[in-house]
């Protein structure tokens, strides 16, 4: 079997993810200002994203190589910008998928700055956030095994926004746009469509999975936005009711029913597909009910390129201390290998982390151990 090569872009970004996600010394990053320490002073032992990477090499048939690229709140306060040209045009070049940390958004406004991630996925059209929420086999309760598809480019994140006195002199009046369109929202439910005919297949292949057969649950708020919620829910049924998706099984959810039913009756959801907003939300709550944001990951996928982001943030408050959860960094990195077409090395990942969490000796302080994060690399490693 020929050798395939990929090559893949590695952005760090803010706080823990220049721990999750390593620095090459072929970076793209501008110096470093006095006083603010170069991302290359980030100690290798905690490069989770790369080593799981080039561990895959010795037994499959694949090779990598690496470019780290400048994103986030430390390059706009460097350089200016959040997201430098050279990061997307060096993507799109080069790169056959990527790897992104955690990006820290300033909570006041900040002139010139705008979210790197939310920018890179609008450049690159990644218009799917694909976020598997999984508890392992000896999870006491409420067994998860879900997929949480996302709509990444429009709704309320189009970041249109204006305040404006009121009319009646009682103050001032904010109003955001709300946009959803026919395109986006008939894709992103094909998108749903097609990760549940793969999780089917894998069943069928003898994945264990607590599902016997493949469900797609829309998400919407229709009953009271008409229009917006309305053209997402008529859309996305439009798409999931091609002949390629007959055998799916397709229902609708209020958005805070759905919330509601999620954190009751978790195990009753295969994918489910939602606007933007509702995804963000559905899949930070969803997470809580796993155990950590740590241990889950997320890609964010459109034709042909695909990036793997770990669901955690920044978390300041434990960057350098070497404690920072790995798992949802590679866990990332082989869901971006599953949408690359690499399953059997996605499979690899999964079951080494899988059997590393199922034996929960080394589990770091979101999970209540006490283990570092190179601890929980190396035992990764040891099972691939």
């Known amino acids: 079997m020929a050798t395939r090569h990929l090559r893949i872009g590695l952005i760090p970004g803010d706080g823990i993810g220049k721990e999750v996600i390593p620095v090459c010394p072929q970076s793209l990053s501008p110096p470093p200002p006095r006083n603010i320490p170069s991302l290359t002073t980030i100690p290798p032992l905690h490069q989770a994203g790369r080593r799981i990477l080039e561990a895959l090499s010795a037994s499959l048939p694949l090779t990598f190589s690496f470019v780290t690229l400048p994103a986030g709140f430390a390059t706009f306060q460097q350089t200016g910008t959040a997201l430098p040209p050279t990061t997307v045009s060096t993507l799109r070049a080069e790169c056959d998928g990527a790897l992104f940390g955690a990006v820290s958004s300033p909570i006041t406004p900040t002139a010139g700055y705008a979210s790197p991630i939310v920018a890179l996925r609008k450049a690159l059209d990644l218009y799917a956030n694909v976020r598997p929420v999984k508890t392992t086999a000896s999870a006491p309760r409420h067994p998860i095994d879900l997929v949480i598809v996302r709509e990444n480019t429009e709704d309320l994140y189009v970041k249109e926004e204006r305040t404006f006195p009121a009319p009646d002199g009682s103050g001032r009046v904010a109003e955001a746009v709300k946009r959803i369109s026919e395109r986006a929202s008939r894709r992103i439910a094909a998108m749903a469509g097609e990760v549940a005919l793969r999780r ?72 489910i597909v939602a606007p933007n907003l509702y995804g963000d939300i559905l899949s930070d709550g969803a997470a809580a009910l796993v155990g950590s944001l740590g241990v889950v990951p997320s890609a964010n996928v459109g034709d042909g390129f695909a990036i793997g982001e770990p669901c955690h943030g920044s978390a300041p408050d434990i960057a350098g201390r070497g404690i920072a959860n790995p798992v949802a960094a590679m866990r990332s990195a082989g869901l971006m290998l599953e949408f690359m077409g690499e399953g059997v090395a996605a499979g690899r990942v999964y079951e080494a982390v899988d059997g590393s969490l199922e034996e929960g000796r080394y589990l770091t302080p979101d999970m209540g151990g006490r283990a570092s994060t190179e601890e929980v690399v190396e035992d990764v490693l040891r099972r691939l």
Do not use: W
């Open 200 to 271: 089917q297949a894998a069943r069928a292949a003898g994945a264990p999975s607590m599902h016997a057969a493949p469900l797609v649950t829309v998400t919407h708020k229709s009953n009271v936005l008409a229009q917006t919620d309305g053209l997402f829910r008529e859309a996305a049924r439009a798409a999931l009711a091609a002949p390629r998706y007959a055998h799916l099984a397709v229902e609708e959810q209020i958005v805070d029913s759905m919330l509601y039913k999620l954190i009751r009756q978790p195990g009753a959801y295969d994918v």
